[in-house]
């Protein structure tokens, strides 16, 4: 059960429902957003998210979670836990972030987003809350801690059985690192968020490891031995790391997906079908499953693992149209637009252009980004530039100067749906227009090609 809300009182006092949920985010986006602003990252910390689910009545005490952190594939993880845990008869609540096109896709139960009335009445509930914990000389909560504390009130009243919680943007002093979690994942070490001077990725881990409680299970994708060493230093229960305690041993195309071959420590798994495209699934699906084995600490059946087959990721090299291709991938660094650039390489057969809309934020090198793309194999015949509807957006003609100084053709036009549509126009049946550089632009492609039945 919800506790009881904080009651207002006095002349400033305001009733706790919001009449619809537009006015709940408008009160909301009144609060900093650090996935809007660079941020300092300096002097964080999680106890006044602590004093705010306090003041909730705990509620991500009430079930047990599995805990995603990396640098990419944290989505497809989740997603794919979930699935498992779903198949095992299990009531999942799913917590993710950004959002591809709505704030309620941030928190699922058994794949269904929270309604428009339920998020405004949880909002409404937190703003009293957060009157009284203001009014008591505590801080005010950023836009992030809000969402992810009524992420986990919802959780608790929907009465989960297991919430899988997908980091924001960091792991120690990320809002999210209050959850009980019996499986932490870490899926890989990339440059993101970093200057890039000696010694990141052992920043990087050490920040992320954080998620790594003692007794819990840790799960880690890919990486070197020194990585793995300072996620031993957080002494979790056990440590099963790609490659050494489970391994992806076999990972090939299949119409539609990947057929995935994984060891782990209680059995071999053969011939698993994933419903998603790119090698880098293949991994993402052998880390999902040696994370939930760990969780049952059973082997799991061919019932279970026939789930995965049927798991869709919004954004995630989703494939929209076939004549032209239209594939919408929300690869916001180097390593996620070369994992998109190599599964359109190696995956589909283009025979006449192809066209990529580029839209990023301004912590990203355009030129790295491309490069990545370049590296891949993946053709690149035209470049549309566009800026999406962030505060933190790149401008478009940084991405066209970018493109122009690698000898690849490129043309600007900063809103997303109008760069859509010129990609699509320059378009025939034999073409594909790849649209990427960020979950905001893909966000906005897919609401503009939904409106327009595309």
């Known amino acids: 059960m919800r506790p009881k809300p904080v009651q207002a009182t006095g002349p400033g006092a305001r009733p706790a429902d919001f009449p619809s949920l537009a006015e709940a985010r408008a009160w909301l986006d009144g609060h900093v957003n650090l996935e809007a602003t660079a941020g300092d990252v300096d002097g964080l910390?999680?106890?006044?998210?602590?004093?705010?689910?306090?003041?909730?009545?705990?509620?991500?005490?009430?079930?047990?979670?599995v805990h995603i952190t990396g640098t990419n594939?944290?989505?497809?993880?989740?997603?794919?836990i979930a699935a498992l845990a779903g198949a095992w008869g299990m009531s999942?609540?799913?917590?993710?972030?950004?959002?591809?096109?709505?704030?309620?896709?941030?928190?699922?139960?058994?794949?269904?987003?929270?309604?428009?009335?339920?998020?405004?009445?949880l909002l409404g509930h937190l703003r009293?809350?957060?009157?009284?914990?203001?009014?008591?000389?505590?801080?005010?909560?950023?836009w992030f801690e809000l969402v992810t504390a009524a992420a986990l009130r919802w959780f608790a009243d929907a009465a989960v059985d297991l919430a899988v919680?997908?980091?924001?943007?960091?792991?120690?002093?990320?809002?999210?690192?209050?959850?009980?979690?019996?499986?932490?994942?870490?899926?890989?070490?990339?440059?993101?968020?970093?200057?890039?001077?000696?010694?990141?990725?052992?920043?990087?881990?050490?920040?992320?490891?954080?998620i790594l409680h003692p007794g819990a299970t840790a799960v880690l994708g890919p990486m070197d031995s020194d990585l793995v060493a300072i996620a031993a230093e957080e002494s979790p229960g056990e440590l099963l790391v790609a490659g050494r305690q489970f391994e992806l041993e076999e990972d090939r195309p299949a119409v539609g997906g990947r057929l995935i071959t994984v060891r782990t420590p209680r059995a071999r798994y053969d011939d698993v079908y994933v419903s998603l495209f790119g090698a880098h699934?293949?991994?993402?699906?052998?880390?999902?499953?040696?994370?939930?084995?760990?969780?049952?600490?059973?082997?799991?059946?061919?019932?279970?693992l026939g789930a995965m087959g049927d798991v869709a990721v919004p954004a995630r090299f989703e494939v929209v149209s076939r004549q032209p291709l239209v594939v919408i991938d929300g690869a916001h660094n180097p390593d996620g637009l070369a994992a998109a650039s190599a599964t359109l390489a190696d995956e589909f057969s283009v025979l006449g252009t192809v066209?990529?809309?580029?839209?990023?934020?301004?912590?990203?090198?355009?030129?790295?980004?491309?490069?990545?793309?370049?590296?891949?194999?993946?053709?690149?015949?035209l470049v549309v530039g566009c800026a999406p509807d962030w505060p933190r957006a790149l401008p478009a003609a940084e991405v066209v100067a970018a493109a122009r100084g690698r000898g690849i053709d490129a043309e600007a036009v900063d809103d997303v749906a109008e760069a859509v549509e010129r990609a699509l126009a320059l378009s025939t049946e034999e073409d594909a227009v790849i649209i990427t550089g960020s979950l905001y632009t893909a966000g906005a492609a897919r609401l503009h090609m939904t409106a327009a039945n595309k």
């Not at 594939?73 to 794919?80: I, Q, T």
């Not at 009284?132 to 000389?137: D, I, K, N, P, R």
């Not at 040696?290 to 061919?302: N, R």
Request: proline share 5%; with cysteine; aromatic share 4%.
């Open 45 to 65: 910390t999680i106890a006044p998210m602590r004093e705010l689910l306090a003041a909730l009545g705990d509620p991500q005490a009430d079930y047990p979670a």
């Open 73 to 80: 594939g944290k989505g497809s993880v989740a997603a794919l």
């Open 92 to 121: 999942v609540g799913v917590y993710s972030s950004p959002h591809v096109e709505r704030i309620n896709e941030r928190m699922t139960v058994g794949g269904d987003p929270i309604d428009d009335a339920e998020l405004a009445e």
């Open 128 to 142: 009293l809350v957060e009157d009284h914990l203001v009014a008591g000389g505590g801080p005010r909560p950023s």
């Open 165 to 210: 919680v997908e980091v924001g943007k960091l792991g120690r002093y990320d809002a999210t690192n209050v959850v009980n979690s019996e499986v932490a994942v870490i899926t890989n070490i990339g440059r993101d968020h970093t200057d890039g001077r000696p010694g990141w990725e052992e920043e990087v881990m050490g920040e992320k490891a954080g």
């Open 281 to 304: 699934q293949g991994q993402n699906a052998a880390t999902a499953i040696a994370a939930f084995e760990s969780l049952v600490d059973q082997e799991l059946d061919e019932s279970v």
């Open 355 to 381: 066209t990529w809309v580029v839209g990023m934020m301004s912590d990203k090198d355009p030129d790295a980004m491309l490069g990545a793309m370049a590296a891949s194999g993946a053709r690149c015949d």
